[in-house]
C-alpha cells in the first residue's frame, strides 16, 4: 500500500460524474493515488457501541471497513466525493464519514491530512460540500478546496420524467424555475412544449464551465502541498536527530523522546522515561512482528504527550511528537 492519495466516491452510478471529477483531481496530482467506489463494498453506518474507543480500530461491525480503513490511515490526502439526492449529502459517503469516528480518540489519527470536497447535485450543492469541509477542519485535515457541479437527476433518465409531477423536470418547468436554484434552465422548452430529450438534459462535468479546470488546479495544489510538508518535515527532523541514520518510525520517536529534554520540550525531567517505556514495549512488539499491539503502546505513547501538554510539555515538543507517532501508527495500521 504505497499511494498518498486515497479518492472516493459515493455515486452508485457507473463511471459518475462524482467518479470523473475525483479521478481527474487524482490525476493531476503527482503523488501515487488510489480510488475507491463506495457502491463497491458493503460499508455500514456507524452503530455508536464505541468497541473503538481504547484501539481505535473499529470491531464493531464485519464489513468491507475493515479492508479500507488502514487505506484511510495511510493515505495522506483524502479527495471525498458525494452526491446530493434530497438536497443532502448521499447515505454511503455519510456512512464513509460516520466509520471514521474509529480514528477520533484521543489523537484525531486523521489530523494532518489534506483534504478536497466534491459534491455533484441538481440543485445548489454548496451546503453539502461545505459540510464535508467542516468535517474535514473537526478531523485536524486541512481543507485544500471544494468543487461543486451539476449531477444529473434519475428523473431525466427513469422514463417518466416529462409526464411525472412528484419528479423535478415538470414542476421546474411549469412554476417557471422560481422555486429551484437549476443552473441550466435555458436549456428547458416551455411548460407547453416540455418533453425529455438528450439536448435538454443537464450536461456532463466535461461541458459544465470551469468545473474540469477548478479539478486540476485542487489535484496540483494537492500534490504541491504533500510535497511541501514533506520537505519541511525532512529537513526539521534531520536538524534536530543529527546523527541519527534510522528511518524506522519508531527508532525515530525513540530518538525524539530521548532528546526532548535537550530541545527544551520537558518541564518535567523525570517526563521522557515514562513516555520511553510505551516506545521501546512497542519497538519489541514488532521484533515479534505484533503490529496491532505495536500500535496500541503508540497510542498510548500519544495519548500520554497530549494529556500532558501544558503541564509538563510544551506545546511545539508535543505537537512533533504526536504528529511523528500518528505517522507510526499509519505505517503499522491494520484495521483489525
Known sequence: MNFLILGVSGSPVPNSNTDRLVKCVLENAVQKSEFVKLSQLDIQPCRACLACART?????????????????????????????????????????????FSFRHSILLNAGKVGAAIVTGTVNPDPVADDIVEYFKGEGIRPMGRIVASGIDPCWSCGLGDECVQGTPVPMVRSGYRPMRYPYADRLPSADEFRITPDIVPPGVENQEGVIEDARRLGKLISTTLKRDEEARTVLLENLLSGVTSKNPIEMLLALTEKSHLFGWILNEHEPAKLLSNLKRA????????KGEAVQELLMFAREVLYRTGISIRENGSALLVQEARKAIADLYEGS
Not at 73 to 93: C, E, H, N
Open 56 to 100: 481505535n480500530t473499529c470491531t464493531g461491525i464485519e464489513d468491507d471497513w475493515r479492508v479500507l480503513a488502514p487505506k484511510v490511515v495511510k493515505a495522506q490526502a483524502l479527495v471525498i466525493g458525494g452526491w446530493m439526492p434530497f438536497g443532502i449529502l448521499d447515505s454511503r459517503t455519510k456512512a464513509f464519514l460516520e466509520r471514521t
Open 283 to 290: 519497538e519489541a512488539h514488532m521484533e515479534r512482528d505484533e
